[in-house]
């Protein structure tokens, strides 16, 4: 009779067992939880001259949105971002076409209801968070890109 070593009985019984699963079933637990996003924001002239040509959005350094046309005093984006996992994201706003090389814009409005929010939700269901992005005023040259960062829960 021969002896098997004690390693190789192991290495045998683990391989039983793994292949005992069925081989075809799918992970044993879900996939990684994400989120979806809607991002509202709005740029304007602090001065209130139309001076804006071009803008764009980024979210987490990607252009999600841009806006290229007559020279308007503000911009405004609302979009959705679908698939984003919880953790620290950014927003971000560049002026890409400017009358002037620098000027001062305010992002979140002038209005006091107007805000710069990016709403939270589940793939399916009522929004989990609305976070507001802080009122600033800001000098940007043209490209320049000015971001807020926030965390999705």
Not at 74 to 97: D, K, L, M, Q, Y
């Amino acid at each position: 009779m021969r002896r098997i070593s004690l390693a190789a009985l192991s290495l045998l019984a683990l391989s039983v067992l793994s292949c005992s699963s069925g081989g075809d079933e799918g992970p044993t637990g879900p996939g990684p939880m994400t989120r979806n996003l809607v991002i509202a924001f709005t740029v304007d002239n602090a001065a209130g001259v139309q001076t804006i040509t071009g803008a764009r959005l980024l979210f987490d350094g990607r252009l999600i949105d841009r806006y290229q046309g007559s020279a308007l005093r503000s911009a405004g984006f609302n979009i959705a971002v679908e698939r984003v996992t919880p953790g620290e994201h950014t927003v971000g706003i560049s002026v890409e076409h400017a009358a002037q090389s620098a000027v001062l814009y305010r992002t979140g409005g002038a209005g006091a209801t107007a805000l710069n929010t990016v709403t939270v939700t589940n793939a399916t269901g009522p929004a989990i968070a609305v976070i507001n992005l802080p009122k600033d005023v800001v000098a940007l040259a043209s490209g320049q890109v000015h971001e807020h960062r926030f965390q999705v829960p």
